[in-house]
C-alpha cells in the first residue's frame, strides 16, 4: 500500500506566504516524477508545479516567479513554497506521484484560502 500525505495548507491574507510539503509512504518508495496540482472552486484540476521524470521543472504561468517547487531530504518528499499568494489561488492542493509501472497517484488534498 501507498499513500501521499500533504500539510501545510491554511487560511492566509493575500501576499503572504505558505509552504505546503507531501511525503510518500509505504511500499512504493521511487516515482518518476512528482508535482503539484489545485483545483480551485468550480473549476478543474491544473497543474502548478512539477519535477518531470527527467528532473526538470514545469510551473503554470500564473504562479511562475512566486511558487518555488522542491525535494526534501527524505525519499519521496516535495514542496511547494507558495510566495505573494492572491486569492485566485484558493484551491485544494494535491500533491501527485508517478511510477512508471503502477501508474499516478493522489494525496488527499490540502485547502489553501487567500483572502483580500
Known amino acids: 500500500q501507498v499513500s501521499l500525505v500533504e500539510s501545510g495548507g491554511g487560511l492566509v491574507q493575500a501576499g503572504g506566504s505558505l509552504r505546503l510539503s507531501c511525503a510518500a509512504s509505504?511500499?512504493?518508495?521511487?516515482?518518476?516524477?512528482m508535482g503539484w496540482y489545485r483545483q480551485p472552486p468550480g473549476k478543474q484540476r491544473e497543474l502548478v508545479a512539477a519535477?518531470?521524470?527527467?528532473?526538470?521543472?514545469n510551473y503554470q504561468d500564473s504562479v511562475k516567479g512566486r511558487f518555488v517547487i522542491s525535494r526534501g531530504n527524505a525519499k519521496n518528499t516535495v514542496y511547494l513554497q507558495m510566495n505573494s499568494l492572491k486569492p485566485e489561488d484558493t484551491a485544494v492542493y494535491y500533491c501527485?506521484?508517478?511510477?512508471?509501472?503502477?501508474?499516478?497517484?493522489w494525496g488527499q488534498g490540502t485547502q489553501v484560502t487567500v483572502f483580500s
Open positions: 501527485n506521484a508517478a511510477h512508471a509501472a503502477l501508474g499516478n497517484f
Open positions: 509505504g511500499s512504493i518508495l521511487s516515482f518518476n516524477a
Open positions: 519535477f518531470t521524470s527527467g528532473g526538470s521543472t
